[in-house]
């Protein structure tokens, strides 16, 4: 059989196919080996059958394989596929959630540009844009992420970027992705959305108007803790300046990660299944505790973001906070009363995971600062995974039925 034939065949058909389908078949193709399973191709560099040949790739006359900081096949697979899954044209994989970043802010922004980005985005992201941005000039301001009033007029005429994530951390915040998608295009501006919490089985925020999506891979689309990894995702015209940086700058993906992130993938849909639901139980469960005091998540019916998350999303996601009745002592109880979930400030994990915000990913801030972000010392996250739920529940009523 003639392989390109072929593969050409089978990726031309899956244009069809739902989310499901593509998370497991989308950006493969089958050597002259006839692997069922995706390959590795652990090589460095790519070679030549002559002097020619070789010009003409270096030249991008001929397309092919030059240097892995440059094009891998299992990277290119993994790329495929999850552009497939958000239903963007391109995707460009890099070596860690904040490569991704990295990669779209250093393509798009130039010295005396304007950032807006929302106040409750990932720590590590306030940290690029504070200590590294702002040395090239660039200007940021941080807005209230459910206030379309605050977007629309923190928007300057220099404004050359929105950024987001939603839902958002730890609080399960909705944004109106559609109505921020609006004020970027009238600003002129791209909209960037941070899509790890969700992912794409979950929402899809190319259809809602974003030009880009970024993941950190690590979390659900490993979903099981064992590499370091990111992903941008959008149109043709605004991946190629991003891979420019990638190949340049060089925090591109390993093979052996993207071939790790290939078979997350793979059971992606089913997992954030299985994650929202056993979240959505939890939630109901705490809210009815004697000694929960508020639970935030957006599957409760009353949540404020419920409304919008469920026209946006098509799942709630497996992340939620709750505040139990007391402070950071009472919450601390909880915790160490665990004694099966993981104390870690992870997420995305088949294991569920605790972390006490306050003192840990938002332990940075000054008190004044943690509250205007709404996180009280009595605020514990829990990323919730995929034991079954009664043992769950079974381990956080230990530290709670104490208190
Ligand atoms: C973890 C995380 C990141 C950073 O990803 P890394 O893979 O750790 O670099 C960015 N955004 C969100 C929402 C995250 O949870």
Redesign the pocket.
Known sequence: MDFSEFNDRYQSDLDDCAFETLAVRAGQVRTHECEHSEAIFPTSSYVFNSAAEAAARFGGESAGNVYSRYTNPTVRTFEQRLAALEDGEACAATS???AA?YAVVIANLKAGDHLLCSASV?G??IVLFEKYLRKFNIDIDYVDLLDLNDWKSKVRPTTKMLFL?SPS?PLNDVADLAGIAAIAKAAGALFVV?N??CTPAGQQPLKLGADLVVH?A??YIDGQGRC???AVVGSKALIEPIIGVLRSAGPTMSPFNAWVFLKGLETLALRMRVHSENALELAQWLAQHPKVATVNYCGLTDHPGHELAKRQQRLFGGVLSFEVKGGREEAWKVVDATRMISITAN?GDAKTTITHPGTTTHGRLSEDERKKAGISQALLRVAVGLEHIDDIKRDLARGLDAL
């Open positions: 860690s959630g904040m970043i990932f590590s992201t994530e951390n941070d790890c919490f950190s690590t979390k370091v990894g990111g997420l």
